[in-house]
């Protein structure tokens, strides 16, 4: 059964007919071109999907597109304007918290939501909000450290 929505991505519009059992990361990766929303795990443990839904950090692999209607998302791709990265992805760059960079969507988005939340968490504060991450590669310390930079803590 198809159903008709509504989502606005990244600041744009756009009106979709969706699955009943589609996912939100299937809609942004295959319908919208947005491959910055990676899918691994498809049981929302790895965090590597995670979008922000009205600002709140969200593992799309897992919420129905359906669900989203009405919805304001931002995906990794929403993150820059006019061709200029944020601070938080300066700092993940300088401070080498990208290796394979499979993990790194989630991460931004994740820690883009902490920020927005809290503009100078500390490390503990970090590591809490970043618990439904996995990174297989950094070990996690430059991506803390990077988060911290970012918060004017580093």
Same mark, same amino acid.
């Given at each position: 059964? *198809? !159903?008709?929505? =509504? $989502?606005?991505?990244?600041?744009? @519009?756009?009106? $979709?007919?969706?699955?009943?059992?589609?996912?939100?990361?299937? !809609?942004?990766?295959?319908?919208? /071109? $947005?491959?910055?929303?990676?899918?691994?795990?498809?049981?929302?443990?790895? /965090? *590597?999907?995670?979008?922000?839904?009205? /600002?709140?950090?969200?593992?799309?692999?897992?919420?129905?597109? *359906?669900?989203?209607?009405?919805?304001?998302?931002?995906?990794?791709?929403?993150?820059? =304007?006019?061709?200029?990265? =944020?601070?938080?992805?300066?700092?993940?760059?300088?401070?080498?918290? !990208?290796?394979?960079?499979?993990? &790194? @969507?989630?991460?931004?988005?994740?820690? &883009?939501?902490? $920020?927005?939340?809290?503009?100078?968490?500390?490390?503990?504060?970090?590591?809490?909000?970043?618990?439904?991450?996995?990174?297989?590669?950094?070990?996690?310390?430059?991506?803390?450290? *990077? !988060?911290?930079?970012?918060?004017?803590?580093?």
């Amino acid at each position: 059964m *198809a !159903v008709e929505i =509504t $989502l606005t991505v990244n600041g744009k @519009p756009h009106a $979709l007919e969706v699955g009943s059992t589609e996912m939100l990361v299937e !809609v942004l990766r295959d319908r919208l /071109g $947005l491959v910055g929303t990676n899918r691994d795990c498809a049981q929302g443990i790895c /965090g *590597a999907c995670t979008v922000l839904m009205e /600002g709140k950090p969200v593992t799309s692999c897992l919420l129905l597109a *359906a669900q989203a209607d009405g919805a304001k998302i931002t995906t990794v791709e929403g993150l820059e =304007t006019g061709g200029k990265l =944020t601070s938080l992805q300066e700092a993940f760059m300088r401070h080498g918290a !990208v290796q394979c960079g499979f993990c &790194t @969507p989630g991460f931004l988005m994740t820690a &883009t939501a902490l $920020l927005a939340e809290n503009p100078k968490p500390n490390r503990d504060e970090i590591r809490d909000a970043l618990r439904g991450n996995i990174c297989r590669c950094t070990g996690y310390a430059k991506i803390i450290d *990077a !988060v911290e930079d970012a918060a004017g803590r580093g």
